[in-house]
């Protein structure tokens, strides 16, 4: 059987967190997460961590590992969405709110820049 969440080789791929030999944390990189945002591409998606795990740094490793592992597969920028509640967590992190209000939920979608990448140009390019 073929994986197809190899982080090592292509998008998308998958990140589990194990905290005392129990799963507590979870993360994708996928190509979309926002279907009415569709030139927006790879997304960080489903970042989730369990209730009694929170704020041990979890989410905060998920994230700079899924970060290292796009940027080794050539990744410029990446994409989130989130509550806006969660606009500080972000930012510390180096996320840059572009755009609020987003969906019946009101969401905010979130852009990381890798380091040395160029603002400018989107990090793929959809055919």
């Not at 740094?57 to 806006?84: C, F």
């Amino acid at each position: 059987m073929l994986n197809f969440l190899e982080p090592q080789t292509r998008i998308p791929f998958a990140l589990v967190a194990e905290c005392d030999g129990r799963l507590c944390g979870n993360t994708l990189v996928i190509e979309s997460d926002e279907s009415s945002r569709p030139k927006l591409t790879p997304w960080l998606a489903a970042l989730w961590v369990d209730e009694d795990m929170r704020k041990q740094g979890v989410a905060a490793s998920l994230l700079d590992e899924a970060i290292r592992r796009s940027a080794a597969l050539g990744v410029g920028q990446l994409y989130l969405i989130a509550r806006p509640a969660l606009r500080d967590f972000y930012a510390k992190k180096g996320w840059e709110p572009i755009e609020d209000g987003v969906g019946e939920a009101r969401l905010t979608v979130h852009r990381y820049i890798m380091p040395g990448a160029p603002k400018s140009v989107p990090s793929i390019i959809r055919e």
